[in-house]
T-cell receptor, first 115, second 114 residues
Framework: DAGITQSPRYKITETGRQVTLMCHQT?????MFWYRQDLGHGLRLIYY???????DKGEVPDGYVVSRSKTENFPLTLESATRSQTSVYFC??????????????FGSGTRLTVV | DQQVKQNSPSLSVQEGRISILNCDYTNSMFDYFLWYKKYPAEGPTFLISISSIKDKNEDGRFTVFLNKSAKHLSLHIVPSQPGDSAVYFC?????????????FGTGTRLTVIP
């Protein structure tokens, strides 16, 4: 199906474990983003990618790793999960990085709980 | 330091009446503003946007107003419908300075009462 899909939808993991959140888009959009949504903070950018093999930090990158070997995939890895990383994570994509009139297209989110 | 602020966490409005959601920003460099709508268990979806060269943009029942001198924008929904019940995020961007410059507010939960 066309669109942007995130997996898993829900994940519970233990402190210290590595966990990877997946994001896949079918539009061949150049730009992809990872945001986290927390109460009182809105959406905050973790990492973004302008193209395959090009990634850069956002506002809150600490504790996260990304890669983008293929245009359509942009996985987010928590190398050693902490309770402060309990959040809802949204992946987004965009044809352009800043000038597009319609903003970004978001996935449905992954709710991650670190216990 | 929140550069985009939505000071009302929630708003309740009767069906058929006007909903007004407010957003304030602190960075005068922002030149493009967007509103997103989010239903539970879904990602945000784009609703409407406005460039800083305009003071109003209208799309059907939705109108966004921008007051640059006050660093304030608002989203008007007229008439409000129960299906409009969602969380609304305001976002602001400094164009042409990179993809990491879209800043979101904390959201306002709108409830439209039938």
């Amino acid at each position: 199906d066309a669109g942007i899909t995130q997996s898993p939808r829900y994940k519970i993991t233990e402190t210290g474990r590595q966990v990877t959140l997946m994001c896949h888009q079918t539009w061949s959009h150049s730009y992809m983003f990872w945001y986290r949504q927390d109460l009182g903070h809105g959406l905050r950018l973790i990492y973004y990618s302008a193209a395959a093999d090009i990634t850069d930090k956002g506002e809150v990158p600490d504790g996260y790793v990304v890669s983008r070997s293929k245009t359509e995939n942009f996985p987010l890895t928590l190398e050693s999960a902490t309770r402060s990383q309990t959040s809802v994570y949204f992946c987004a994509s965009s044809r352009t990085g800043d000038g597009e009139a319609y903003g970004y297209t978001f996935g449905s989110g992954t709710r991650l709980t670190v216990v | 330091d929140q550069q985009v602020k939505q000071n009302s966490p929630s708003l309740s409005v009767q069906e058929g009446r006007i909903s007004i959601l407010n957003c304030d920003y602190t960075n005068s460099m922002f030149d493009y503003f967007l509103w997103y709508k989010k239903y539970p268990a879904e990602g945000p979806t784009f609703l409407i946007s406005i460039s800083s060269i305009k003071d109003k943009n209208e799309d059907g029942r939705f109108t966004v107003f921008l007051n640059k001198s006050a660093k304030h924008l608002s989203l008007h929904i007229v008439p409000s419908q129960p299906g409009d019940s969602a969380v609304y995020f305001c976002a602001a961007r400094i164009s042409q300075t990179g993809a990491n410059n879209l800043f979101f507010g904390t959201g306002t939960r709108l409830t439209v009462i039938p």
